[in-house]
């Protein structure tokens, strides 16, 4: 069997599962939301990372089922931490392709109704370089996502090409600091530089700051010092399955 047959297989059985890790405010520690990430446990060959097969979904018109499932999972956890108290937003990745499909507002806006998660709960990550793929479209797309009251984020910032005229145009109300940025904070050097001119161009835009890859409290410590508003990496908390959020809350708190 391909890969894409058995993605698609995959898709059908219920075999994808969607992990969750968490973003806390740094001024104060609350927890506002998490990540959404898609796990494939491959029954022979074990887990299956996504930055191998979303590119096997992009090529054979997987994306389309794959950003649906990935959606309706995350709203309907996102629902029931609602229900058992705790506000949360769910932040779900967008692959180039999905930013190219219209029916993308009404599947948002369907999904959005049947778990009854308000539109500004969930954020929607895309990347510049899924953007420029064909901006005029994505772009288009972007608005009318935001029109719905979804918040929007510019994932892995820095990473990609003509960040600052595009960070202006675009509807968005988030930057996540790429990774490869925050990882080597604490060694000083030019990442220090990198990721202090990010968070400052986010304060003057209004935007809100998300630094990514967090790994211990002294690079915490200095995303505080420099003005960063929320973190996520494995000094937070791992991508865990959904149903551990509630009790890594109980214990994180
Ligand atoms: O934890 P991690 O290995 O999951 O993520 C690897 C990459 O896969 C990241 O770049 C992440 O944005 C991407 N990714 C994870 N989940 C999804 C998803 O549901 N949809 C898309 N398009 N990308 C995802
Ligand atoms: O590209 P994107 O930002 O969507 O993907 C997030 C990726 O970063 C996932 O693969 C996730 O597992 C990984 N990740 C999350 N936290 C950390 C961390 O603290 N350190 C490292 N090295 N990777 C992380
Ligand atoms: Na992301
Ligand atoms: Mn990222």
């Known amino acids: 069997l391909t890969l894409v047959a058995e993605l698609r297989a995959a898709l059908q059985d219920g075999q994808l599962h969607v992990h969750v890790q968490p973003q806390a405010r740094l001024a104060t520690g609350e927890v506002r939301g998490v990540e959404a990430l898609v796990r494939w446990p491959h029954p022979e060959r074990g887990f299956i990372p996504p930055d191998e097969f979303i590119p096997v979904a992009e090529r054979s018109g997987l994306v389309g ?5 990935v959606l309706n999972a995350s709203l309907a956890a996102c629902a029931a931490w609602r229900a058992a108290g705790h506000d949360l937003g769910v932040a779900v990745n967008l692959s180039a392709r999905s930013l190219q499909n219209a029916d993308l507002v009404d599947e948002v806006t369907r999904l959005l109704r049947r778990h009854g998660v308000p539109a500004d709960r969930l954020t929607l990550e895309v990347t510049e370089s899924s953007i420029m793929a064909d901006a005029a479209r994505a772009v ?25 005229s595009y960070l202006k145009r675009l509807p968005v109300q988030e930057v996540k600091i790429d990774r490869s940025f925050v990882i080597s904070l604490r060694e000083g050097g030019e990442d220090v530089a990198i990721v202090r001119a990010i968070i400052d161009l986010g304060r003057h835009l209004g935007l809100e700051v998300v630094a990514e890859g967090v790994e211990d409290q002294v690079t915490a410590d200095l995303l505080a010092g420099m003005g960063c508003d929320i973190i996520q990496g494995w000094h937070l908390g791992r991508p865990m399955p959904t149903g551990e959020l509630q009790p890594w809350l109980a214990t994180h708190a």
């Open 140 to 164: 288009a797309l972007l608005h009318r996502l935001r029109d719905l009251g979804v918040r929007l984020s510019v994932d892995d910032f820095g990473t990609g090409y003509s960040s600052l």
């Open 65 to 69: 089922p794959l950003t649906t499932f």
